[in-house]
């Protein structure tokens, strides 16, 4: 069983411009927040009070006012997910925390990566709270229940270790997968980032084992650059696309 009409926003945050999702039930509510990487003080000011400059992108009410006519209720974030750990998806998730009074949720694999958040963002002039701990973790292979959203759990390493992917079945429409830096519009995630556990072939992997076997039209949601589709990155992309072969993937090992 899958949402109904989700609202989904994105945020583009932090030096990076990373992609920070906020995908909120409309029938309940509900709403977790994705990679709450940067600008916390943005997030929160717009998902509770639709104030400040809001979202980049949306496929929700744009106003309070717009809200009410829409009869969607007020939203109460239930939970912090992240699809791994690096410093600009994850920086910041100890002031989220701290607000929203939520669990934040990582897979295990990334803590050791987790702990590096900080001193990872002082080579980009940042200065970030000290790191986060994740209160749970995420499970593999599971549909995990945050609120009335479920959400089903892919573990695709080769990025870092514990890199997970985030499937949103929607209900006759689409369906969503938020996928962090596995996979982009024309390209893959890098794998010579330090201590992050980065294999291009294991990342080659988990895309053809975990994210092609969804439906063509699944809309992609990636870490960073334009939304795409299973569909389209199955036919064009050049590292890990079908026409790239099977075994060999592509012609480099990041990007």
């Known amino acids: 069983m899958g949402l109904v009409e989700p609202w989904i926003e994105h945020f583009f945050v932090g030096p990076l411009q990373m992609r920070c999702s906020v995908v909120t039930d409309r029938l309940t509510g509900d709403t977790v927040v994705v990679d709450g990487g940067d600008e916390p003080d943005r997030i929160i000011a717009w998902i509770e009070r639709f104030e400040g400059r809001g979202p980049d992108w949306s496929t929700g009410p744009t106003s309070l006012a717009d809200a009410q006519s829409m009869n969607v209720p007020l939203r109460k974030v239930v939970a912090l997910v992240n699809t791994h750990a690096h410093f600009d998806h994850s920086g910041f998730i100890p002031v989220l925390s701290e607000h929203f009074k939520v669990d ?42 945050f609120g009335s959203i479920p959400i089903r759990v892919l573990h695709t390493p080769g990025h870092t270790l514990g890199g997970c992917c985030l499937l949103v079945n929607v ?16 390209s893959v995630g890098r794998t010579d980032i330090a201590h992050s556990g980065g294999d291009f072939e294991l990342l080659a992997s988990s895309i053809h084992t975990q994210l092609w076997p969804l439906a063509l039209d699944t809309v992609v949601h990636p870490g960073h650059g334009p939304l795409t589709t299973i569909g389209q990155e199955r036919a064009t992309n050049p590292f890990v696309g079908d026409d790239a072969g099977d075994g060999v993937y592509g012609f480099g090992k990041y990007a």
């Open 104 to 145: 934040w949720y990582l897979h295990p694999d990334d803590t050791f990566l987790q702990t590096l958040a900080q001193q990872s963002g002082r080579r980009y002039g940042l200065s970030l709270p000290e790191p986060a701990v994740a209160d749970q973790h995420l499970v593999p292979d599971s549909t995990m229940m």
């Open 171 to 186: 209900e006759d429409d689409a369906d969503h997968v938020f996928v962090g830096d596995t996979l982009f519009q024309g």
